[in-house]
């Protein structure tokens, strides 16, 4: 018989409580691990538009609610473009148009024909668009097939019925999913004459890609710089604000899923006041009642925390379902989240069981044995 | 009060201890002076409210007192550092009832009593198995305690006192709730600790016939040993 095995056994002689305590842990941890999840899938979606273009970094306007609203005009780019170091400065203007019900958030990029090849594009079928053509359109390689729709097809998007000239690849499904626009075209449609959303760089050799960002950061106070997606919070002040959200909500559930836990501990540890008792008066030390009742409030956390995740699971394949959410939500389970869960569920194990075992281990024997 | 026995070193030897409860209403204890031998089997008596069961836990370390000195074996329980150590080693316990813990086995509430003694893991459901076989419990060893009668269990409560070999058994009422044939079963236990292992006893009780087993009886009158 050992410390666990002990613990096992009173929290099988106990069936309903245990039950409770780890359903309330599972449900702590289902309701952190599916926001954690289902934010980071929502940041990685919006960050996704930073990889398409093969850069060593990205150049964005500061402070924006949503990148996609991010703005820079004509003289922006060129400072860009002559910033000591840029190899190449390619300016894009990103939008995101509901194609129909299965493509409620279709990705379409303004780029000039000229810079395709720099922005890693390749036109694998027909031709690129003409410059300044006002209704031809070219479709990533995954669109096209998703859509079912060949060169020389017509596809209605941004404002007019457009002809299918090319199919292009970029090499990452993110832009292999939606549409390239002529620059102008899209900029006219959307009001926005000589504005781009993003600017893609590449560094030229022999320079530092850390330090050309820093000059241009300190040269353009208006203009950030954004290499991995963790830096994306830097233009994208709706990801901060939901990591926040994300970063709130899990304290709530921990500290929630924390007074659950130790009021039921508290109950039943009460009534296990003579069984402590007991095991001091026959030579246990305080530590060891401690490290007993934790113990199997750990059990519970763990048994809890597994059905959590699993829940978590079952929960977002449910919402992601749903019509409203189909092809917005894309829950990303990554280590991270199933991480931020079982810290919750074993937060709140500790947190909830610490004070009433050591309430119940500091009772002196006497006192403890004389409890009805 | 009877002259201590002609021992070098006494087993247990109190001087003038009291104890107060209820913010000094009540006297349990009040200035007891005792002395009992090593491998002496000594009975405590004396009316209910006279203070008996308060005596055994000052002497098991289970509480302090508010006055006077306290000695068992080398220990001084007044400045005892870690009371935890010395109830696991240098006493075994036997209370009249609830004893024993009912989820688990007859074997596994001996067991228990050794996790954090110096016994290694590997060897203590043995030991236990052993002891159960010393009180003659041998078969019943993966029985509850709800599956036991009265005078089982407190064999059982017994053994585990014994499981990390104490010098010294306290018991409190350990047959008061029991019928005359386990009452002698559970007072030869003693008496055979005593003559093979040199264990000092104990034995608190409020029943003449059970104290006439001991070696000694102490009587106890308001929070005192009265002379006998
Ligand atoms: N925790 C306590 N708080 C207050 N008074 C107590 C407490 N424990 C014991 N007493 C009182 O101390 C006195 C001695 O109690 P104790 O239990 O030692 O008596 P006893 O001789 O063992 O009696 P019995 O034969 O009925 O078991 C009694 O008057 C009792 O009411
Ligand atoms: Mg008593």
Redesign the pocket.
């Known amino acids: 018989m050992t410390l666990f095995t002990l613990a096992v056994g009173n929290l099988r002689a106990k069936k309903a409580r245990s039950a409770g305590i780890a359903f309330a842990v599972a449900l702590a941890v289902m309701t952190v691990v599916t926001l954690s999840v289902v934010s980071s899938g929502l940041e990685q979606a919006a960050a996704a538009v930073l990889t398409i273009g093969k850069a060593d970094f990205t150049v964005a306007q500061k402070g924006v609610s949503d990148i996609i609203y991010s703005s820079l005009d004509d003289r922006q780019v060129a400072a860009v473009q002559e910033s000591p170091g840029v190899e190449s400065a390619v300016g894009v203007l990103v939008e995101t148009e509901r194609i129909d019900a299965a493509n409620p958030l279709f990705i379409e990029i303004g780029i000039q024909p000229g810079d395709l090849s720099a922005f890693g594009v390749s036109v694998i079928a027909g031709r690129a668009y003409g410059a300044d053509a006002a209704d031809e359109v070219m479709l990533g390689w995954q669109a096209a097939r998703d859509l079912g729709l060949h060169v020389g097809d017509r596809f209605r998007a941004n404002g007019t019925t457009n002809t299918v000239v090319g199919i292009y690849s970029t090499g990452i499904s993110y832009g292999d999913l939606g549409a390239m626009f002529p620059l102008p075209a899209i900029q006219a449609y959307n009001r926005v004459p000589g504005s781009v959303t993003l600017v893609f760089v590449k560094v030229a050799s022999g320079y530092s890609v850390v330090k050309v960002q820093a000059a241009l950061e300190s040269a353009h106070p208006e203009l950030t710089t954004i290499r991995t997606a963790s830096e994306f919070g830097r233009a994208d002040r709706n990801i901060v604000f939901l990591r926040a959200a994300v970063t709130g909500s899990t304290i709530l559930a921990l500290l929630i899923g924390a007074i659950i836990v130790g009021n039921t501990m508290l109950l039943s540890l009460f009534e296990r006041t003579r069984e402590f008792g007991l095991l001091r008066a026959i030579g246990w030390s305080r530590g060891r009642v401690v490290t007993l009742v934790v113990s199997e409030s750990l059990l519970l956390a763990v048994l809890g925390s597994s059905l959590g995740v699993a829940l978590s699971y079952l929960v977002t394949f449910a919402l992601e379902s749903l019509p409203q959410l189909h092809g917005v939500l894309h829950a990303s389970f990554s280590e991270g989240a199933l991480l931020r869960g079982l810290v919750v569920g074993m937060g709140m194990a500790v947190l909830g069981s610490l004070y009433p075992a050591i309430r119940a281990a500091s009772l002196t024997p ?2 403890a044995l ?1 409890h009805e | 009060m009877n002259e201590p026995p002609a021992h070098p070193t006494p087993m247990i030897e109190t001087h003038d201890v009291v104890k107060v ?2 913010d000094g209403k ?1 006297r ?2 009040d200035g007891v002076d005792l002395t009992v031998g090593p491998g002496e089997f000594v009975a405590v008596t ?12 000052l002497l098991a370390a289970l509480d302090t007192p508010d006055s006077g000195t306290i000695r068992v074996g080398s220990h001084d329980l007044v400045r005892l550092q870690d009371s935890d150590r010395f109830r696991r080693q240098a006493v075994g316990l036997v209370f ?1 009832l609830h004893n024993l813990l009912p989820r688990l086995t007859v074997l596994e509430n001996v067991e228990i009593a050794m996790m954090g003694s110096d016994r290694p893991r590997g060897d203590r459901a043995g030991h236990a198995a052993r002891l159960l076989e010393g009180v003659g419990l041998g078969a019943m060893a993966d029985r509850r305690p709800p599956q036991l009668s009265g005078g089982e269990r407190q064999r059982v409560a017994v053994a585990r006192a014994l499981a990390n070999d104490p010098p010294l058994l306290l018991a ?2 350990p047959t008061g709730s029991l019928d005359s044939r386990s009452v002698a079963t559970v007072l030869a236990l003693f008496e055979g600790l005593r003559a093979d292992r040199g264990v000092t006893v104990v034995l ?1 009780t ?1 029943d003449g016939d059970v104290a006439a087993a001991a070696d000694r009886i102490i009587p ?1 009158l308001d ?1 005192r040993v009265v002379g006998a």
């Open positions: 006497v006192k004389s | 409860y209820a009540v349990a204890l004396g009316p209910s409210g006279c203070g008996k069961s308060t005596l055994l836990g009249q409190d009422e608190v409020h106890m929070g």
